[in-house]
């Protein structure tokens, strides 16, 4: 089944403990992006990438870092987490093509107390 | 980047039809639109997606002025299942040359559906 897979669902952490939310995706994908989601604000984009080893900052990059050296993988490190980032998270993949579909991931629910 | 722009909230009676706008006054000519919905916390669903003509599938029609600044999301017979939050997306060239575009999405129309 073509999926968005991201772990874990649910994160409760501390200020300042690094943690890493994993995204992987089994469609072959070129197109993975990261989006953030708080109340009255939709979706901001925080970092996207375009193939392996090619990122951008999205909206809102601050405070996050990524990576992506296979084409499946694109995890979210969070170096120094705050509070400011307790946010419902969503990875994304698609091919490039103007004609494709965007696929998201069931989300991430991080809590950073 | 291309923008859009949507009505905060909408409200629709049960079992009438949903008309949900987007205006994308700076798109350029070969990005597409993309509908897409939220419901609850759970990950956007696509809905539907166009160009220029207008679309229709199993979910909605897609409706996509002349000018293609601005388009409208169609649920033809609105249930309760339907309540959620509707998302007007533009796929944005960044590099024309290469293929390669940004998704920029709108903040959101939320859709109450009521009996």
């Known amino acids: 089944e073509a999926q968005v897979t991201q772990n874990p669902r649910y994160l409760i952490t501390v200020t300042g403990k690094k943690l890493t939310v994993t995204c992987s995706q089994n469609?072959?994908?070129?197109?993975m992006s990261w989006y953030r989601q708080d109340p009255g604000l939709g979706l901001r984009q925080i970092y996207y990438?375009?193939?392996?080893?090619?990122?951008d900052k999205g909206d809102v990059p601050e405070g996050y870092k990524v990576s992506r050296k296979e084409k499946r993988n694109f995890p979210l490190i969070l170096e120094s987490p705050s509070p400011n980032q307790t946010s419902l998270y969503f990875c994304a993949s698609t091919r490039q093509g103007a004609n494709e579909k965007l696929f998201f991931g069931s989300g991430t629910q991080l809590s950073v107390l | 980047d291309a923008k859009t722009t949507q009505p905060t909230s909408m409200d629709c009676a049960e079992g009438r039809a949903a008309n949900l706008p987007c205006n994308h006054s700076t798109i350029s000519g070969n990005e597409y639109v993309y509908w897409y919905r939220q419901i609850h916390s759970q990950g956007p669903q696509y809905i539907i997606h166009?160009?220029?003509n207008n679309e229709t599938n199993e979910m909605a029609s897609l409706i996509i002025t002349e000018d293609r600044k601005s388009s409208t999301l169609i649920l033809p017979h609105a249930t309760l299942r339907d309540t959620a939050v509707y998302y007007c997306i533009v796929r944005v060239a960044i590099y024309r040359n290469t293929g390669f575009q940004k998704l920029v999405f709108g903040t959101g129309t939320r859709l109450l559906v009521s009996p």
């Open positions: 469609m072959n994908h070129e197109y």
């Open positions: 166009g160009l220029k």
């Open positions: 990438s375009m193939n392996v080893e090619v990122t």
